[in-house]
């Protein structure tokens, strides 16, 4: 069986071999792991599919190839090797700048912009050696603290910190003059103190360059921006129901779970009953036709510490209870944070949320993410005061208020049909009983 470069993330087009945990007649078993990957957004062990015996080993250590390339071969458990067949042994990786390997039109990896070295230190991931390029680093100068020495995006940030901290002196603070009180008599019991403007700013502006994961994100959505014709509607959302489930289970959740019950699984939930009856919006354009996706995938934007995005997938959603859903989102947000997701993690995805709402915004428009069709914000839940019909008349009381907002693709679905999409996550969110919901 052929392994290839693995899909990390809708827009990674290729990775980094960075270690191989068997070499070339070596047994193994299937979900073992066979090697790591690394690319500008994530670093993870790549597990074989089959048991059996590696028989051949295409791309060395440290070679960045597309996606979709060959990387080995394992013959299967009980499969003869194919006659003829040489046993190949990988090529050495200080000899590894570039490969090229005959695969659907041959695929040719990119000359690596750092040379790696036989000692393994310098086996550089992508976002490694574009670092190194865009600050003319020559990284057998940086310590790493990465495998076997390896120097990690961390160790060459702080690199470049300690030579701008080392070679650019302070700038020393010149405070301006006091202003002088003004000649006004005033009372003696209450003297006003001379005030002292702030000190100006002063020297060039400063550039910053975007960081991979920043560019991929900036590529992705500007592809987005001009392909798709995105409408944008809005919902106001009573969550009374839903604080209702979330106070009665209060600090025994968080004491049991180990983290907080946010609004953002309950909306993932209502979510997906929605889009059952509603699949045009869980679909994809492709040319002149809709692609209905069967599975219910939700993608949920995780911010990266403000360096970018990743859209870690909760798959088959309407197959899983609302406390399955919380772990799964909190689980993937954690792991995201701390670059360990997996491939499959970021596969996948039919619609996407984007929850703006821990930061209290009140509406954002969102870029739908393409090749979906559609994408919901989540936005800051307040208190506000409401108007409740009810047999006896209308009444005001205080409620916790929210606004869900929905771009759409205009190709896919025309606005009628997105309103009461979203009426329905309205309904679902006010009327459920979700107190139920959490004791399953």
Partial sequence: MEIIMPQLGETVAEGTVSKWYKKVGDSIKADETLFDVETDKVNTEIPSPVAGVLTEIRVAEGVTVKVGVVLAVVTEAGAAAPAGAAVAAPAPAAAATTVAVPVAGAWAARPAAVPAKADGSLRLSPVVRKLAAEHGIDPSQVSGTGRDGRVTREDMLAFVEARKSSAVPAMPVVAASPVAEPAVPRPAAAPVAPFTAPPASTGPSERIRLNPIRKRTAEHLARAWVTVPAVLQAIEVDFHKVDEARKLAGSG????????????????????????????????????????????????????????????????????????????????????????????DLSEATYTLSNSGVFGTAFTAPIVNVPQVAILSTDGVQKKPVVIEGPAGDSIAIRPVGMLAQ????????????????????????????????EA
């Fill in 407 to 438: 771009c759409f693709d205009h190709r896919a679905v025309d606005g009628a049909y997105s309103a009461a999409f979203l009426k329905e996550v309205k309904t679902v969110l006010e009327t459920r009983h979700w107190v139920q919901d959490l």
């Fill in 253 to 344: 959740w968080k004491a049991r779970e180990g983290f907080s019950l946010t609004y953002l699984p309950f909306i993932a939930r209502a979510v997906s009953i929605a889009l059952a009856k509603f699949p045009r919006l869980n679909s994809s354009v492709d040319g002149d036709e809709l692609v209905l996706h069967k599975r219910i995938n939700l993608g949920i934007a995780v911010d990266m510490n403000f360096d970018g995005l990743m859209v870690p997938v909760v798959k088959d959603v309407p197959s899983k209870s609302l406390p399955q859903i919380a772990r799964e989102v909190n689980d993937l947000a954690q792991r995201a944070r701390a670059n360990r997701l997996k491939p499959d």
